[in-house]
């Protein structure tokens, strides 16, 4: 499988930042992290109380898969840590169109 293209990554990656105001970062940050094809989109939270640790909280909110032809597919997350395809959303060749959809969250998958 080809890596996702590093140009598509810092998309993402844009997209990601733009997502928490800068003077909130200190409260939850949204980042990915990209693993050959795969981009997972992360929510960090840092930790809640003393007795948890100092290690922020990592949720997965989303992943776009990038395929041998050079398109996207957006997949979300169940109780069980599975991925599963997004439902009539059809493969996107720019991450962008599936980021929108996954600002517009349908069913609740992504952002509960």
Same mark, same amino acid.
């Given at each position: 499988?080809p890596a996702a293209p590093e140009p598509a990554i810092r998309k993402i ?10 003077? =909130? ?15 997972? %989109? %992360? ?6 109380? =003393?007795g948890a640790g100092s290690h922020w909280s990592v949720q997965p909110i ?6 041998? %032809? ?16 997004? #439902? ?6 720019? !991450?962008?169109?599936? =980021?929108?959809? %996954? #600002?517009?969250? !349908? ?6």
């Amino acid at each position: 499988m080809p890596a996702a293209p590093e140009p598509a990554i810092r998309k993402i990656a844009d997209w990601c930042e733009a997502r928490v105001p800068a003077h =909130l970062r200190d409260q939850v940050r949204v980042e990915l992290r990209s693993r050959g094809p795969a981009v997972t %989109i %992360i929510e960090r939270r840092p930790p809640w109380s =003393l007795g948890a640790g100092s290690h922020w909280s990592v949720q997965p909110i989303a992943q776009l898969r990038y395929d041998p %032809i050079g398109h996207w597919t957006l997949h979300w997350v169940d109780g069980s840590d599975r991925w599963h395809a997004v #439902d009539q959303v059809p493969p996107a060749a720019d !991450p962008a169109d599936l =980021l929108t959809v %996954i #600002d517009r969250n !349908p069913n609740g998958v992504f952002w509960g």
